[in-house]
């Protein structure tokens, strides 16, 4: 994805806490031994590991995603932790190897005999926001989750630009599935969803003042009805709820950004990388060039998709 340069005010609610799994579902947490099979009658079954048991959970009755709707809900998979009361036993696996498309944190994956994809994916989506190091286990946690599609994942826009002036840096861009926004219907007022349309970005920041490594500047929802978002980086010493770890504000702007989106329906999560950007320098054709490009791009998406945020 190239890169992106505006001069806008960037407009958005950050989450201040992780929202309802809703997409790709979450299966376990800091499980060992993680295994995937699938059988001939639409059902997966993953086998793992936990606190010195092994479990057998069986997954069904979903598939890709609907487009989002106020009245009909979206899909969700039938689970069943017993292990099929007993049938996890004579469970005839005919998964065949992987080929489908290259997944962000890939456990493991396999094609079911009807030609659809089944996939586990492992990461950490409850990091504290701005760098902040975990102070609670379950901010540490890689949670395992499971998904199950046929045909085209959701694809997420990344371009990163410069905000408030070309003082600041930021990232915006557009989450669609098969051509149409992704969006939920409502939130929380510091911007959790609260329906299982509704989805979150997950930001995280190379190499930057919160230190060496992958850390987690912020989650985001995506707007209604556009699809897009846009983040501007700020300083922070503390956070709405957080313990104080520094005395000084930090910025967050890194060497380079991956954005995760909690895929829609029971599809899998994607992310996306984009550079970061050097500082704003009015005297550099290039980036006065890029800055005026991108300005119009920003524009036009937001009028073209009806977004009063980030235009």
């Not at 910025?251 to 970061?276: C, F, M, N, Q």
Request: hydrophobic share 35%; glycine share 10%; with cysteine.
């Amino acid at each position: 994805m190239r890169l992106a340069v505006v001069s806008l005010f960037c407009c958005l609610v950050p989450a201040f806490a992780a929202g309802p799994a809703g997409a790709a579902e979450i299966v376990t947490r800091d499980a060992k031994d993680v295994r995937l099979a699938t059988d001939d009658q639409g059902r997966a079954m993953v086998t793992y590991s936990l606190r010195g048991r092994m479990w057998h959970v069986f997954y069904s009755g979903a598939i890709n995603a609907r487009q989002p709707s106020a009245t009909i809900p979206q899909v969700k998979f039938k689970v069943d932790y017993s292990g099929g009361r007993g049938q996890w036993k004579n469970f005839k696996n005919t998964c065949r190897s992987y080929d489908g498309p290259k997944l962000a944190f890939f456990l493991t994956g396999c094609k079911a005999s009807d030609g659809s994809y089944w996939a586990l994916q492992v990461w950490q989506r409850m990091l504290p926001n701005v760098g902040y190091a975990p102070w609670k286990s379950e901010q540490k946690v890689h949670e395992i989750r499971i998904s199950h599609w046929r045909g085209p994942l959701a694809q997420l826009e990344v371009y990163a630009y410069w905000v408030n002036g070309t003082r600041n840096q930021g990232v915006f861009g557009r989450a669609s599935y098969l051509g149409q926004p992704v969006y939920g219907f409502h939130t929380t007022s510091s911007g959790v969803p609260l329906d299982t349309y509704g989805r979150l970005i997950y930001l995280d920041t190379l190499d930057s003042a919160y230190g060496p490594g992958w850390k987690r500047e912020n989650s985001f929802v995506v707007h209604k009805p556009s699809g897009m978002y846009c983040y501007g980086f700020y300083p922070y010493s503390t956070y709405p709820g957080y313990p104080r770890q520094r005395s000084g504000a930090l910025v967050g702007i890194g060497k380079r950004y991956r954005l995760t989106l909690s895929g829609p329906g029971v599809t899998p999560d994607v992310a996306e990388y984009v550079d970061g950007l050097p500082v704003y320098d009015a005297g550099n054709p290039a980036l006065v060039d890029l800055q005026t490009q991108m300005t119009l791009k920003a524009q036009t998406m937001a009028r073209l998709y009806g977004d009063r945020l980030c235009g």
